[in-house]
């Protein structure tokens, strides 16, 4: 009956609510433990590094180990680069880049949605993987692209 589906679909929205709230809540509190413990060392060298390598600033590296994470924490840091940290603010470009990264990413948190999903269905989660880092490297790729075109600055 009408009233069996919609109880029925109401219980379900209700626990994935609880869900995705549960892994946001999560995956946050174990980055905060990784940072303050000092365990995420390794990941902020590498993409310093990596940062280096590509010409951006090393103050972006905040952002990209948050944004690997939980996607708000990452994008929120990418905003405030530079000015928490007390290390130069970089370009406005290069936050954009790395949010756009952080967002097309999504980050362990929606990973982990979207493999409890898919878990029951047929598909494989590699491929979707896969997609996600691509769309990262794209959306990265493309703000570098358009920026001269879409951004005049106020002069």
């Not at 990596?50 to 994008?75: K, M, N, Y």
């Not at 999504?106 to 990973?111: A, D, E, K, P």
Request: charged share 10%; proline share 5%.
């Amino acid at each position: 009956t009408f009233a069996v589906m919609l109880q029925d679909s109401l219980r379900s929205s209700i626990q994935l609510m609880i869900v995705v709230g549960g892994l946001v809540v999560f995956f946050s509190a174990t980055l905060e433990l990784l940072i303050h413990s000092g365990l995420l060392g390794t990941l902020r060298h590498l993409f310093v590094g990596l940062l280096h390598l590509a010409g951006a600033s090393p103050s972006l590296s905040d952002s990209l180990i948050r944004g690997t994470f939980e996607v708000t924490l990452g994008a929120r840091a990418a905003a405030e680069a530079g000015s928490v940290s007390g290390l130069p603010v970089p370009p406005l470009v290069d936050r954009v880049a790395a949010a756009a990264f952080v967002l097309s990413w999504g980050g362990l948190s929606v990973h982990a949605q979207v493999a409890g999903l898919m878990s029951r269905t047929s598909w494989r989660y590699g491929p979707f993987f896969r997609a996600r880092l691509l769309h990262a490297v794209m959306a990265v790729a493309l703000v570098y692209a358009l920026w001269p075109y879409l951004y005049q600055p106020s002069s």
